[in-house]
T-cell receptor, first 115, second 112 residues
Framework: DTGVSQDPRHKITKRGQNVTFRCDPI?????LYWYRQTLGQGPEFLTY????????KSRLLSDRFSAERPKGSFSTLEIQRTEQGDSAMYLC?????????????FGPGTRLTVT | DAKTTQPPSMDCAEGRAANLPCNHS???????VYWYRQIHSQGPQYIIH???NNETNEMASLIITEDRKSSTLILPHATLRDTAVYYC?????????????FGQGTTLQVKP
């Protein structure tokens, strides 16, 4: 399968613990996005990378959240000191940005439950 | 990016065409119309996008009005597997972040 993959698919953690999610984009894609989706809502943008550079972060991304894309390939999203409000589906998407309209391809998501 | 307005829900009979409307009256000249769908518990799936001409691919057709203030996504022969939330999104095609701003979407229920 050459689509976007995410790991793990499900994560249950206790409040206060740190968690890290991984996203592997489609191999030639230079842009990588993270979104968060809570129940009954559409996905909300968190941050994006062009190659290894993190170019925008949403105000939703508090200082407990950090994302990296060290070699311009896979990305990780870490949440420190998790809170119950962090429970959500975390979605990763990638695209090939070439100066024209580009479509984003999403992974299956990581569902986080904070107890 | 311009805002969009979609009906919260629609029904369609299996085998019939599903026509999903979207209003984007404040769209700018360089903004594209994108459609994504999300089947329960999966990540969103890209369907189609267009600027001003009508577009067709293997999944759907996109009809954009001449004034570009509204569009319709057409699934020509809906199946039960097309039951999903459909999102209409307007964004600048090039430059900027390319981030997608999702609204509430339209929940399409395809019935046998």
């Amino acid at each position: 399968d050459t689509g976007v993959s995410q790991d793990p698919r499900h994560k249950i953690t206790k409040r206060g613990q740190n968690v890290t999610f991984r996203c592997d984009p489609i191999s030639e894609h230079n842009r990588l996005y993270w979104y968060r989706q809570t129940l009954g809502q559409g996905p909300e943008f968190l941050t994006y990378f062009q190659n290894e550079a993190q170019l925008e972060k949403s105000r939703l991304l508090s200082d407990r959240f950090s994302a990296e894309r060290p070699k311009g390939s896979f990305s990780t999203l870490e949440i420190q000191r998790t809170e119950q409000g962090d429970s959500a589906m975390y979605l990763c998407a990638s695209s090939l940005h070439s100066g024209r309209a580009d479509e984003q391809y999403f992974g299956p998501g990581t569902r986080l439950t904070v107890t | 990016d311009a805002k969009t307005t979609q009906p919260p829900s629609m029904d369609c009979a299996e085998g019939r065409a599903a026509n999903l409307p979207c209003n984007h009256s404040t769209i700018s000249g360089n903004e594209y119309v994108y459609w994504y769908r999300q089947i329960h518990s999966q990540g969103p799936q890209y369907i189609i996008h267009g600027l001003k001409n009508n577009e067709t691919n293997e999944m759907a057709s996109l009809i954009i009005t001449e004034d570009r203030k509204s569009s319709t996504l057409i699934l020509p022969h809906a199946t039960l597997r097309d039951t999903a939330v459909y999102y209409c999104i307007v964004r600048v095609g090039s430059g900027n972040t390319g981030k997608l701003i999702f609204g509430q979407g339209t929940t399409l229920q395809v019935k046998p």
